[in-house]
T-cell receptor, first 114, second 115 residues
């Protein structure tokens, strides 16, 4: 069974730039959720994708957007980067149709905005 | 009031002792409860989940849920130095299915197990 993978591992951008982060879900999973984790804090929910549609969104501005592809992999796009966007971005996959909601995290992408 | 609150750490216990980690939540409709372990510089790793009131045991770990008190805890028996990590409590508003399962996390409790 293949686990959740994310790319890239680390990324450095400057304020105002755009970034795309990628996630491949665990084999057999159909749902991908994205979280932002600032240093010393718990992860904060950004949004979730199920069957290629956004299926819930946290308190993040529209410049955070995403996609899910037919193979259930996903992208997180952030436009007009701000310094406060510096964080660990985590992707989690799950299989929603079992009536369970155990989410398994990938290794994360560390984004630094200068 | 924060949606999910964990006991402030750091928590330090000697090797072999029981570590007790606590979490309270504000949404009475919360259905699913999770404990994640996060080593420094790594991503969260799911160690326990519980959906029903009572206790659930898995090896050295026991999760306890009391929905009436809106309280969930994690006990780690025979603590080992390798258990030293940040422990994150997370809750969701539903039991899964096709509705979305946003995880709301607490701020985490740092546990140190010293030899």
């Amino acid at each position: 069974e293949t686990g959740v993978t994310q790319s890239p591992t680390h990324l450095i951008k400057t304020r105002g730039q755009q970034v795309t982060l990628r996630c491949s879900s665990q084999s057999g999973h159909n749902t991908v959720s994205w979280y932002q984790q600032a240093l010393g804090q718990g992860p904060q929910f950004i949004f979730q994708y199920y069957r290629e549609e956004e299926n819930g969104r946290g308190n993040f501005p529209p410049r955070f957007s995403g996609l899910q592809f037919p193979n259930y992999s996903s992208e997180l796009n952030v436009n007009a980067l701000e310094l406060d966007d510096s964080a660990l971005y985590l992707c989690a996959s799950s299989y929603s149709e079992r009536g369970l909601n155990e989410q398994f995290f990938g290794p994360g992408t560390r984004l630094t905005v200068l | 009031q924060k949606e999910v609150e964990q006991n402030s750490g750091p928590l330090s216990v000697p090797e072999g002792a029981i570590a007790s980690l606590n979490c309270t939540y504000s949404d009475r409709g919360s259905q699913s409860f999770f404990w994640y372990r996060q080593y420094s510089g790594k991503s969260p790793e799911l160690i326990m989940f519980i959906y029903s009131n009572g206790d659930k045991e898995d090896g050295r770990f026991t999760a306890q849920l009391n929905k009436a008190s809106q309280y969930v805890s994690l006990l780690i028996r025979d603590s080992q130095p390798s258990d030293s990590a940040t422990y994150l409590c997370a809750v969701t508003p539903d039991a899964g299915g096709t509705s979305y399962g946003k995880l709301t996390f607490g701020q985490g409790t740092i546990l140190t197990v010293h030899p």
